[in-house]
């Protein structure tokens, strides 16, 4: 089992940065691929970043590349999300999960098992 913790949200203006951070429990959390998802008001929960269980390989949707990174401390046992540039169509509630069974990473939110509550995350114009 896994139990994670996001925190870091919050009310920022456009062009603003934030950095989510998720604190994962349990002993083997470097075996973990990790992921960042988030819903927006009315929209289905959709994938944003994914880093491998080292933190070499890391994947984004279009949207936010160059401008979010993701990465991870596994003596931590935390992954981070940087998101820099912020805009208007970021507002959402960012989640934070773990996938046991994928070699490299994933953008598929039925490969993750355990996820976390949410963080919400509003950008002002």
């Known amino acids: 089992q896994v139990q994670l913790v996001e925190s870091g949200g919050g009310l920022v203006q456009a062009g603003g940065s934030l950095r989510l951070s998720c604190a994962a429990s349990?002993?083997?959390?470097?075996?973990?691929?990790m992921g960042w998802f988030r819903q927006a008001p009315g929209k289905e929960r959709e994938f944003v970043a994914t880093?491998?269980?080292?933190?070499?390989?890391?994947d984004y949707t279009d949207s936010v590349k160059g401008r979010f990174t993701i990465s991870r401390d596994n003596a931590k046992n935390t992954v981070y999300l940087q998101m820099n540039s912020l805009k208007p169509e970021d507002t959402a509630v960012y989640y934070c999960?773990?996938?046991?069974?994928?070699?490299?990473?994933?953008?598929?939110?039925?490969?993750?098992?355990?996820w976390g509550q949410g963080t919400q995350v509003t950008v002002s114009s």
């Open positions: 880093i491998s269980w080292s933190g070499s390989m890391t």
């Open positions: 349990g002993r083997t959390f470097s075996r973990y691929v």
């Open positions: 999960a773990a996938d046991s069974g994928t070699i490299l990473t994933s953008s598929s939110s039925r490969s993750y098992d355990y």
